[in-house]
């Protein structure tokens, strides 16, 4: 059933407990998640967003208790990604002829999917929707994630409903932010962004400063997933601000895969040599084989600069540590530094191939890395240390 947000505003989505990967196997959720949809009544009833299929018939069975489906008078697709968009061919099935607002690319990646001739109606930046006593106003917002997104805001009420943006993957029947563990809360914001608005960030800061330009009051925010924040909502604005512009904390992440502990040995004596020079600087070690890959790329996120290893195997590297490295590549991270270590027993090429591979991400390298042969002994252990005390040195001007 619906939850009421504000007289004549429903939230009439989903919470996803049970999912623990999203975008297929790419994004875990360690949190669960929700597909929110928002049911709007004024003199006029609009329907913010719909579900995903695999609840398509229970979200509009649901949505059935809320309000004769025919009254539905206009139906708002903010972003058609499949989680957002997914129930809408069973909901339509049931109103065919209402109207559907969206962007120019929403009609087309709409129409890409679900081949259907609805009543489409593309709308820009600036335009809006009477609905009575209220109006809808859309904001484009391209590439916060796809190139179709865009924010609808709510006049009177001083509601963005904001689709991807300052959402999470966090299941929680509390709805709110102030009534979350805080903790919690920004975990998954902040894994949220990292993972997937970190591309856009250019964007991103720009889409901020376009919509604090308006000077609307905003009361609340509504996302696509996760929490509303109805407590100080332009909170999580300003933090998104913070994470847009290169962001990055006192912390170094070392992230390594290893056939015989080798490399695992290495990682632990630079983490000690590093905290040796600077024991203000938080160091953070991940066997990429074993940790969750999007915890990873969290805490890559937060850092100024990572250290990356692997063993040699036949003349390259741990195929773990090479999809780590498509993964951020992909990502795009700015402003960050880093290096390679590694060991080997008679070729020796990972380091190389990890450094090339980091340039090509964008980072920073601060030197040709450290490569030992076999098992560490306690002299290549010394010379492990010391590579430490060198990566905090540099660091630290």
């Keep these: ?169 966090y299941a929680s029947e509390l709805m709110y932010n102030d009534l979350v563990d805080q903790t919690e809360l920004y975990q998954e914001a902040i894994k949220y962004y990292a993972n997937i608005l970190t591309p856009f960030s250019k964007q991103v800061g720009k889409k901020i400063e376009e919509v604090l330009a308006l000077k609307v009051p905003v009361d609340m925010i509504c996302p696509s997933h996760g929490v509303i924040w109805r407590d100080d909502p332009l909170q999580i604005v300003k933090q998104y601000v913070k994470w847009a512009d290169n962001y990055q904390e006192n912390q170094i992440t070392i992230i390594y895969d290893t056939m015989w502990d080798s490399t695992r040995k290495m990682a632990e004596t630079i983490a000690q040599g590093i905290t040796r020079v600077d024991g203000n600087l938080t160091v953070k070690i991940y066997n990429v084989s074993r940790s969750d890959k999007n915890d990873i790329v969290t805490e890559i996120f937060k850092s100024k600069a990572i250290l990356v290893g692997s063993s040699t195997i036949n003349r390259g590297i741990l195929s773990s540590i090479a999809g780590m490295l498509e993964e951020i590549r992909g990502l795009g991270f700015k402003g960050k530094k880093a290096a390679a270590f590694g060991s080997y027993g008679w070729s020796g090429e990972a380091v190389k191939m990890i450094t090339a591979g980091l340039d090509e991400a964008g980072f920073e390298i601060m030197n040709d890395g450290i490569r030992v042969t076999w098992n560490p002994d306690q002299s290549t252990r010394k010379e492990c240390f010391s590579y430490g005390e060198e990566i905090s040195k540099i660091l630290s001007r």
């Design 1 to 169: 059933m619906g939850f009421k947000i504000k007289e004549n505003i429903i939230w009439v989505g989903k919470i996803d407990w049970e999912l623990r990967k999203f975008h297929g196997e790419e994004l875990s959720t360690h949190r669960g998640s929700s597909y929110n949809s928002y049911l709007i009544k004024d003199k006029k009833i609009a329907l913010i967003d719909t579900g995903w299929a695999p609840f398509a018939g229970e979200f509009v069975g649901n949505l059935s208790q809320e309000i004769d489906l025919k009254s539905i008078d206009f139906v708002i697709s903010n972003h058609c990604e499949k989680d957002h968009s997914g129930a809408m061919p069973e909901l339509m099935r049931n109103i065919p002829d209402t109207p559907v607002y969206c962007t120019k690319n929403g009609e087309k990646f709409l129409r890409a999917q679900y081949h259907q001739d609805w009543n489409y109606q593309v709308v820009k930046t600036g335009d809006t929707l009477d609905l009575g006593t209220k109006k809808l106003i859309f904001i484009e917002a391209p590439m916060l994630h796809w190139p179709d997104t865009m924010f609808t805001y709510l006049t009177e009420d001083n509601i963005l409903f904001s689709t991807d943006g300052f959402g999470q993957h």
